[in-house]
């Protein structure tokens, strides 16, 4: 079969290093792509948000499956493009979608359906939104409904500060359209946790855990990234947590998605707050993360294909996922300046590494036959080892082995308190 993969960064590398691995697969496109991607599939100069002509590129090229990596095509309605065309696509449709979509939607959500989640209010009016402060207590969070490159979340620690981030969002529209409401939360404080699902339908089928790590330095310091760094499993999912999130979370999740008649077909990836050992939901998105994919695809023994058709034609289950026992860690190597302004276009140095590691490409690009860096987050080393101990070893013995101009990286990724 061939396949389609939507993206440019490691999330979609780490799809398409897997998807290379079914024996049910002959070709694989990326579109658009990155150095990585190019050596198990074939890059698409397509960028990931033009719905018209990658859907024209799937149906000129009888494209057997499509699976769609970021948010963006997601919440515009590839899904629902595609299947009007009779192409197979995995990931949700739009009305699905606007549980990354809109802040206020996934609030509505679950509040409906007894989803534990902070408190919170909605707003369009500058006005009613400063009243509005009123009901909460400091520090809160203040939150663009919309789309904004994960830069849409402020917590404020003032009245004054609060007040500033709603004209800067309604009036000064520093998020554009984005930012036409807003949602103001209570603050959670507790331990970041996340868990990825794959939805059929109203069936919720957990992967194996994952924990991220946002700051860009050392010792959580500094500013929030995309990430830059992951490891599977997390020993925060205890047996007594996953039973709380099970009954809690996961079945007024499966309940709403049967009531609203949400024919879910993709990644629920849930962001939680785990506070005195209670979950709350902090977020939803609907597709895989980055760089949790990084972590949980080395570690998946299933057949890719199968769980991707599996979960499109609703026979998914829980039996057909099947992981590797082993820990998997990955350390992302990134360009100075980041998660602020920094230079592309530096070559990239590379040489031989254990065969113990993957290297999953984030932000690169090939110029003349030449690796550059492409992106903020650029490469991301990855192994599976015995223990947490072991695959730090490998990874930061390896890392050595890899330059550019300004390259920098976290020395503490996998270090299990």
Not at 11 to 32: D, F, G, N, T
Not at 347 to 354: A, G, M, N, P
Request: charge should be negative; hydrophobic fraction near 35%; charged fraction near 30%.
């Amino acid at each position: 079969m061939k396949v389609l993969v939507i993206g440019s960064g490691g999330r979609e590398h780490a799809l398409c290093w897997k998807l290379a691995q079914s024996k049910q697969v002959e070709k694989i496109y990326c579109a658009p792509g990155n150095g990585g991607t190019s050596l198990v599939a074939e890059n698409i100069d397509i960028k990931a948000n033009d719905v018209d002509k990658l859907l024209d590129f799937a149906y000129n090229n009888k494209i057997d499956l499509t699976v769609v990596g970021p948010e963006d095509p997601l919440v515009l309605g590839i899904a629902d493009a595609f299947e009007a065309h009779n192409l197979k696509v995995f990931g949700p449709n739009k009305f699905c979608a606007q549980l990354e979509g809109s802040k206020d939607f996934s609030k509505l959500f679950m509040e409906k359906y007894q989803v534990p989640t902070a408190r919170y209010k909605s707003f369009i009016d500058i006005d009613e939104a400063i009243k509005g402060l009123d009901d909460f207590d400091y520090p809160l969070v203040i939150k663009a409904d919309g789309l904004c490159l994960g830069k849409g979340v402020l917590i404020c620690q003032s009245k004054l500060e609060a007040e500033a981030a709603l004209r800067d969002i309604l009036e000064k529209k520093i998020f554009g359209e984005e930012g036409n409401k807003v949602v103001i939360e209570e603050f959670l404080d507790g331990i970041e946790a996340s868990l990825l699902c794959f939805v059929s339908g109203d069936k919720i089928i957990p992967m194996e855990s994952a924990k991220d790590y946002k700051k860009i330095y050392d010792n959580d310091k500094g500013l929030n990234t995309g990430g830059v760094g992951c490891y599977s499993p997390s020993p925060l999912f205890t047996k007594e947590l996953n039973q709380k999130i099970e009954e809690k979370v996961l079945k007024n999740i499966s309940r709403g998605l049967k009531s609203e008649n949400m024919n879910f077909k993709g990644i629920l990836f849930i962001g939680f707050m785990i506070v005195d050992n209670e979950p709350k939901v902090l977020e939803f998105n609907v597709r895989f993360g980055d760089p949790e994919t990084e972590v949980l695809m080395p570690r998946l023994k299933s057949d890719i294909v199968d769980l991707f058709q599996k979960t499109i034609d609703g026979s998914l289950d829980a039996s057909d996922l099947t992981w590797d026992e082993r820990v998997c860690l990955t350390v992302v190597m990134t360009s100075k300046g980041y998660p602020e302004s920094y230079t592309k276009g530096y070559e990239i140095q590379i040489k031989e590494l254990d065969k113990d590691t993957i290297l999953f490409h984030n932000g690169t690009r090939l110029n003349d036959g030449k690796l550059e860096t492409n992106g903020g987050r650029v490469l991301s080393l990855t192994t599976l080892g015995k223990s947490f101990d072991q695959a730090r070893s490998i990874i930061y013995r390896n890392l050595y082995n890899i330059s550019f101009e300004g390259a920098q990286y976290r020395n503490d990724i996998g270090i299990i308190s």
